[in-house]
């Protein structure tokens, strides 16, 4: 089973940008649905974004709509997601998963994985 290590938070003041980067061993992300996902402590997890194989068609959760962008670089088996705008409500940790499910063109917050990785922290506080 390959191994997803997502890296690049950090502390942003509102209104600010974070770019986090889901960097795959193991496993060809050019194949795979493609999700991230966030949860704080206490908090359910949250689907944020769902992207396919091929074309990359991405939907995103409503929360996120236009201010977060997921791609992907496939030379270097990377998945990214650019997050602007931020507000506090965007706090959370931040997973990549190499798989998502939708409803109604919503990314829904449980997925058949158990290796989720260690996950990237993005906190927003002025």
């Known amino acids: 089973q390959g191994q997803l290590v997502e890296s690049g938070g950090g502390l942003v003041q509102p209104g600010g940008s974070l770019r986090l980067s889901c960097a795959a061993s193991?496993?060809?992300?050019?194949?795979?649905?493609i999700g991230w996902f966030r949860q704080a402590p206490g908090k359910e997890r949250e689907g944020v974004s769902c992207?396919?194989?091929?074309?990359?068609?991405?939907y995103y959760a409503e929360s996120v709509r236009g201010r977060f962008t997921t791609s992907r670089d496939n030379k270097k088996n990377t998945v990214y997601l650019q997050m602007n705008s931020l507000n506090p409500e965007d706090t959370d940790v931040y997973y990549c998963?190499?798989?998502?499910?939708?409803?109604?063109?919503?990314?829904?917050?449980?997925?058949?994985?158990?290796?989720w990785g260690r996950g990237s922290q993005g906190a927003v506080s002025s």
């Open positions: 193991g496993l060809d992300l050019e194949y795979y649905n």
């Open positions: 992207m396919s194989p091929g074309r990359g068609t991405a």
């Open positions: 998963a190499p798989d998502c499910r939708m409803r109604n063109y919503q990314p829904l917050p449980v997925i058949d994985y158990d290796a």
